[in-house]
């Protein structure tokens, strides 16, 4: 069963374990690594994921849902992390975690700031009131001044460089917070005064008022020597962590001193301006371009703040700023001041944007988080590499969609800025060509496969079989690690239990998955499902499951611009552009993509050598040649031509020798695809083209079904003049043609035949009639050969044979068609009918046949909407038994030619897929196990706790920080824990088992505090002491699970984990 999220409610980016975690509203965390290394956990209580935070210090992953529970799984655990902790708080709206210490702050909305010990999993006692509530009783005289709900705290932000200091963002304003001392060192409150436009603007009708905008977001500068906070009505300010009296700057996305009374626009400016977003989120960004300690330039994301004005456009924005690298100020600082007027002016400086950049999303950003390289410090946007963008979806759906980070241009700007040579007039100019010709716009990351299907909208799905040779021509080794987001933590090991299955899944057919997007730009995918993937012996498994083949993307959205597309396509092109079938023929491999508009684009492997050509003019007015249309470097598929007849399709069939057929309602093309030209026209006037024909009035219906093949028919019927040079038609009728099928919804039938003269490829004016199931299932007939039943297609092979004219064939075919009401197999396509069957009333509707294949005998299978499968034999169509798959009734199954089948479901109003399930027919098992995971190699130390740096250069000892040095890790989860902590002891039990598997068997927390109540008050005493007692008593226990282990574990179960253990420590030499 592969699931895919999507509600995504949260997101925990870990550098340092190369892992990513998805929270869902309907409670599940998803995590994903390396290959193949995918979990999911489940909430004990169903309940929206709020907040997700890994613990490097611990190697955990924390987990705050709605109701303010408070879940702790282990990661070390072998197999899938173990919840190893679970605790309740009251109404918690933030939840912290640092890379540096083993405690987690949570907020309240009551004000108070609680901690949780994540080592000894137990509440700490250190904990602290609601700080902007002291600090509006102390400053306020009448407490009606202070704004409804100013005491609730918005977001916890530790220090970046001082892990003493936390800064605490309540609704009316940022207090930060001295840990050891137990008090307040500053408090941000932002006040607009009467007349300054803020973020609403001069026409507020409040703007002879003072006003204080609730807080919404804060970000610290990597510096540490000031910070922005966003505010409700969108404006932001910059505050300077040692001066809590005047903002730096107060700014819009769109404006600057905002703060500040402008006269004259008070006095002309009344219109009330377009409702402005809060600020929602902020992150500020510092990147290793500087050998300064203070750091280089600096990015600054924005979610919020625009104008919510209908139309424009959704996505969030990223300010670039200059760097925070001021000198020695030429003067002392000014008595009774508390930042020298020099540092100030250099923080102002630091925030005037050099550059800013929009992303655009495809629907309205929720959040953002930053993937940073190898840091998890300064909140985890340090140097980061990607972002990751929850987006609304169609149906209510919530996605992730993954962008390259920061934009390009920033990139190019920083080095331009380097001490480079001047260039010369002619290198400008290269360099000015190619910045025309080359797009700055990041790029999208692939994500892994659950998480790319919902940003993508997935919404239909295929499989089928292709041969080892043009399974080879089509995977082609490619390297599917190109554009994806960087993960790699964990391995996925094969289950020991499931080796001999393994072993054989070598002899399975090569599967690959296709699937159909919303997203045009990505709107035909396909994937590797071959077992083989997951014959890797002891190694771990190199790649992921399914395989993505990006190389194999096929982007529409280059040609619905295009202009000889444009001009010829139907008027609805643009607002019905999605897609509505998508084909691959196994041989030949050339796609056919058909939107719901009518249009349908042939694409071809792109060759080595071919480069894109000038555009022509086709003399057939239904096709456009696209061979002019640039495709990227690494796509392998190109854009070949498309045909636009201005009609809806009704049905159509590409072969694997060159020919394409389209129907329109009643109307027919064929196409020659070695041109592109049209060879044959049906209901058209005679007087426009001598190839039109007018079928008898009995055969009039909409064709509903189009089938090509390489065979025989029972009778010939007349052969047009204009192929008598190419066909000898004193000839036997048992000679192996080209023939499509031609189907109509009233069951009836027409064969035509393909031959060549000297001009080219003719199609037979007058077609041999035939019968056919009425109402004609897509991809629902078959010819087939009567003596192993092996379907018979238009191959290479087939018209090879057909080519060399050696007479008459003696092999029969079977053609067999399935309708709606049910299906019928006749001989050599227009003979006697062999069988016959209904599908009855009771099964259900048939939605889809395929003719499969077990140890060379072959049968019909039918898939109905109550997902039961009928099964029949060939040629005769008897019935011989009916299979009920585990599905629910909104299942659409896909099946290919060995009894495989995926059957996926769509989420209710927006129809994108939220689970594929996979299965067979028959009755024995495929290798598609999951794998076992183990996160446990993944385990680093993070990188040492960055330190404070001066605001000036080292040199001037008097801009340290004045109000405390930093502390470390260990000294804050002392202050965290008090001195009664009582410290976990390291496992004895069996090798490479967890600690959190073998703290369950310890004694709770309260029982060892009780035990060493009475030892000395000297701390370093009174641990060694605990640990002592706990040595016996682990000693106790031992003996007494060691007695119950051997009466209660299954010797298999322990075989099992432990030889998947040691060929893990093979692998990674341990």
């Known amino acids: 069963v592969f699931k895919y999220p999507l509600d995504v409610s949260a997101i925990a980016v870990d550098p340092v374990t190369s892992l990513l975690a998805i929270g869902t509203g309907s409670g599940f965390v998803h995590i994903f690594g390396g290959p193949s290394v995918e979990i999911q956990l489940v909430l004990p209580e169903p309940a929206k994921v709020r907040f997700l935070s890994f613990a490097n210090a611990t190697f955990q992953l924390v987990c705050l849902d709605e109701r303010s529970q408070l879940y702790v799984w282990e990661l070390s655990a072998f197999g899938k992390p173990k919840l190893v902790a679970a605790t309740r708080f009251d109404n918690a709206t933030s939840l912290v975690v640092s890379p540096s210490h083993s405690h987690a702050f949570i907020a309240l909305e009551s004000g108070e700031i609680r901690t949780y010990d994540l080592l000894c999993l137990c509440k700490s006692p250190y904990k602290m009131p609601n700080m902007w509530a002291l ?290 007039v002619e290198d400008e100019l290269a360099d000015t060509l190619k910045a025309m010709t080359l797009t700055e716009d990041p790029k999208h990351l692939r994500l892994p496969v659950p998480l790319h299907f919902g940003g993508a909208g997935v919404f239909a799905a295929s499989l089928f079989n292709l041969d080892k040779d043009n399974y080879s021509t089509f995977v082609n080794e490619e390297d599917s690690s190109e554009m994806a987001l960087p993960l790699s933590g964990g391995v996925a090991l094969n289950d020991e239990d499931h080796a001999r299955e393994m072993r054989l899944a070598k002899f399975q057919a090569h599967r690959i998955l296709m699937t159909q997007h919303r997203d045009l730009s990505v709107a035909v995918q396909f994937h590797d499902l071959s077992a083989q993937l997951l014959v890797t012996g002891d190694a771990p498994l190199d790649t992921h499951f399914p395989k993505p083949l990006p190389g194999l993307t096929i982007d529409l959205s280059i040609l619905l611009t295009d202009p000889a597309v444009v001009n010829k396509s139907s008027p609805d092109l643009i607002d019905r552009a999605l897609v509505q079938t998508a084909r691959l023929s196994r041989q030949s491999l050339e796609c056919a993509v058909l939107l719901a508009s009518g249009e349908l684009f042939i694409y071809r492997f792109k060759s080595a050598s071919r480069e894109p050509r000038e555009h022509f003019e086709s003399s057939d007015e239904e096709i456009v040649p696209l061979a002019h249309v640039f495709t990227a470097e690494n796509a392998r598929f190109s854009p070949y031509f498309v045909l636009s007849a201005g009609k809806p399709v009704t049905a159509f069939a590409m072969s694997d020798i060159g020919f394409l057929a389209v129907a329109h309602g009643e109307s027919l093309l064929v196409v020659d695809m070695r041109g592109p030209r049209v060879i044959f026209r049906k209901a058209r006037d005679k007087k426009k083209d001598r190839l039109s024909m007018q079928l008898h009035s009995a055969d009039v219906g909409v064709i509903s079904g189009l089938t090509w093949t390489v065979a025989t028919t029972e009778d010939g019927g007349c052969i047009s003049a204009f192929l008598r040079s190419a066909v000898d038609v004193s000839l036997p009728d048992h000679h192996l043609r080209i023939r499509l099928i031609v189907g109509h919804s009233s069951g009836s039938a027409e064969v035509l035949m393909i031959g060549r003269d000297a001009t080219g490829w003719k199609v037979e004016a007058d077609g041999t009639k035939g019968e056919m199931a009425s109402n004609p299932l897509a991809m629902g007939t078959f010819v087939i050969d009567i003596k192993h039943g092996k379907p018979i297609h238009a191959t290479k092979e087939q018209l090879g044979r057909a080519s060399q004219d050696s007479g008459p064939t003696e092999t029969d075919t079977i053609f067999v068609t399935a309708g709606a009401k049910g299906a019928k197999s006749f001989k050599n396509v227009n003979g006697p009918r062999i069988g016959k069957t209904d599908w009855g009333n009771k099964t259900g509707n048939v939605i889809s046949v395929q003719i499969v294949e077990k140890m060379s005998s072959r049968g019909l299978v039918a898939f109905t909407d109550k997902q039961e499968v009928l099964t029949y034999s060939l040629p005769t169509l008897e019935h011989l038994y009916t299979l009920k798959l585990p599905l629910d009734d909104n299942a659409i199954v896909s099946c290919d030619e060995s009894g495989d089948w995926i059957a996926y479901y769509a989420n209710g109003t927006g129809c994108i897929l939220e689970k594929i399930i996979y299965g067979t027919v028959f009755d024995f098992r495929r290798a598609f196990f999951p794998p076992d995971i183990n996160l446990a190699p993944s385990r680093r130390s993070a990188p040492a706790q960055p330190q404070p740096v001066s605001l000036g250069p080292t040199s001037v000892l008097s801009s340290w920080f004045r109000f405390g040095q930093s502390m470390t890790g260990d000294q804050l989860d002392a202050l965290m824990a008090g001195p009664d902590r009582p410290i976990p002891e390291p496992p004895k039990g069996p090798e490479g088992q967890s600690l959190a598997s073998y703290a369950s068997a310890l004694p709770s927390a309260s029982s060892v505090a009780q035990s060493v109540s009475g030892v000395q008050n000297n701390l370093y005493s009174r641990l060694q002491s605990a640990m002592g007692e706990r040595s016996q008593m682990l000693g106790d226990l031992e003996d007494r699970f060691n007695s119950l282990h051997e009466g209660s574990q299954s010797m298999v179960s322990q075989a099992k984990r432990l030889a998947a253990e040691q060929s893990a420590k093979r692998w990674f030499g341990l």
Request: glycine share 8%.
């Open 135 to 424: 600090y509006e009783a102390k400053t306020m005289a009448d407490q009606s001044e202070a704004l409804p709900g100013s005491e609730i705290p918005v977001e916890v932000v530790v220090h970046p460089r001082d892990l003493n200091l936390l800064f605490v963002a309540y609704s009316g304003g940022v207090i930060l917070s001295d840990l050891t001392q137990r008090n307040t060192l500053r408090a941000f409150e932002l006040v607009l005064p009467a007349g300054a436009p803020g973020g609403a603007g001069y026409g507020h009708p409040d703007i002879m008022t003072h006003r204080r905008p609730p807080v919404t977001a804060i970000a610290i500068h990597p510096a540490g020597h000031f910070f922005a906070v966003g505010y409700a009505d969108g404006c932001i300010a910059f505050w300077a962590v040692e001066d809590e009296d005047q903002p730096l700057a107060v700014r819009t996305i769109d404006a600057t001193d905002v703060n500040v009374v402008d006269i004259e626009k008070l006095e002309s400016s009344h219109e009330l301006q377009a409702e402005r977003e809060p600020i929602f989120k902020l992150a500020w960004s510092s990147y290793a371009n500087s050998t300064d300690p203070r750091g280089g330039t600096t990015t600054l994301t924005v979610l919020g703040g625009m104008s919510l004005v209908p139309g424009d456009p959704t996505g969030f924005t990223v300010l670039q700023l200059p760097a925070f690298n001021p000198g020695e100020p030429p003067t002392p600082a000014p008595n009774n001041v508390a930042l020298h007027p020099f540092m100030r002016s250099a923080m102002q400086m630091a925030l005037t944007p050099l550059s800013d950049y929009f992303y655009y999303t495809s629907g309205v950003a929720q959040d953002f988080f930053l993937v940073p390289k190898s840091s998890p410090h300064f909140a985890g946007h340090h140097d980061p590499q990607a972002i990751l963008v929850p987006v609304e979806s169609i149906g209510g759906a919530r996605v992730v969609q993954a962008y390259q980070f920061p934009p390009q241009s920033f990139l190019e700007a920083v080095a331009a800025g380097a001490d480079a040579p001047a260039a010369s």
